[in-house]
């Protein structure tokens, strides 16, 4: 099942993935909602946000461009 969200994305503030045993790897988002403060983000399971790609692109090419030597 996935889930749908009314808010808005104001920016993807990390990542993180989660191992379980017996259980592939995935991945979470430390999301900050639009209209709400940085101490309620929240960390949401890249599969949940299906709606939001563009904001995980975003995020993910911000990270390759700071983690990549000069």
Known sequence: MTKS???EIEEVLADQ????RGV??????LIKWK???E?????EP???L?????????????????TSPD
């Open 17 to 20: 993935v989660v191992r379980r």
């Open 50 to 66: 299906w709606q939001f790609e563009d904001h995980l692109h975003r995020y993910k090419d911000k990270s390759v461009t700071r």
């Open 39 to 43: 101490s309620e983000a929240t960390w």
């Open 35 to 37: 209209g709400l403060p």
């Open 24 to 29: 592939p790897p995935s991945t979470q988002y």
């Open 46 to 48: 890249q599969e949940d």
């Open 5 to 7: 969200f009314d808010r």
